[in-house]
Structures are given as C-alpha cells and as structure tokens.
Nanobody, 121 residues
C-alpha cells in the first residue's frame, strides 16, 4: 500500500508565499513523474506543475515565474514553492505520482488527499 501525504497548505494574503510538501511512503520500487494538481470550487482538477525523475519541469502558464516544483528522490518527496500568490490560486492542491511497486511493476498513478490553499486578505 502506497500513501501520498501533502502538507503545507493554509491561509495566506495576496502576494504571500507557501511551500507545499508531499511524501510518498509504502512498498515503493521507484517513482517516475511527480506533480501537483489543483481544484477550485466548481471547477475541474487541473495541472499545476510536473517534474520528471531527472528534474525536467513543466508548468501551467498561469503559475510560470511564480511557482517552483522540486523533488527529493532519496526521500520520495515533491515540493511546490508558491510565491506571489493570487486569490485565483485558491484551491485544494493534490500531489500525484507515477509509482512502481511489486504489485504494479508497470506503474500506476497515486493521489494524495489534498491540502487547502486559500489566498485572501
């Protein structure tokens, strides 16, 4: 059983910063791509940023230059540094990872439970 656990969400004023963390635990053979997605009220879940095992990154246009995704392969963790936050960044943020296990040797997509980020004055 693999678990992804996010932390670091909260309430922040516009222009502020937050750092999200996600830790994967369990019987993990390896982790390929990792990423962050978000879902605002009444909207579909959408991509925020992804990072490959080698460190190649991809961002949705609306967060480029403000958010930075990084990972620690040794600790099976992924991070999202969010700067210059705007009210429209308010959403539940979900961690996602493509994980290989003995039961899923070809990999499967695992999701965290989500962490709330609220940007408001």
């Amino acid at each position: 059983q693999v678990q992804l656990v996010e932390s670091g969400g909260g309430l922040v004023q516009p222009g502020g910063s937050l750092r999200l963390s996600c830790a994967a635990s369990g019987s993990i053979l390896s982790i390929n791509d990792m990423g962050w997605y978000r879902q605002a009220p009444g909207k579909q879940r959408g991509l925020v940023a992804t990072i490959t095992r080698c460190g190649n990154t991809n961002y949705v246009y609306s967060v480029k230059g403000r958010f930075t995704i990084s990972r620690d392969n040794a600790k099976n963790m992924v991070f999202l540094q969010m700067n210059s936050l705007k009210p429209e960044d308010t959403a539940v943020y979900y961690c996602n990872a493509e994980i290989r296990t003995a039961v899923h040797p070809w990999g499967y997509r695992a999701w965290g439970q989500g962490t709330q980020v609220t940007v408001s004055s």
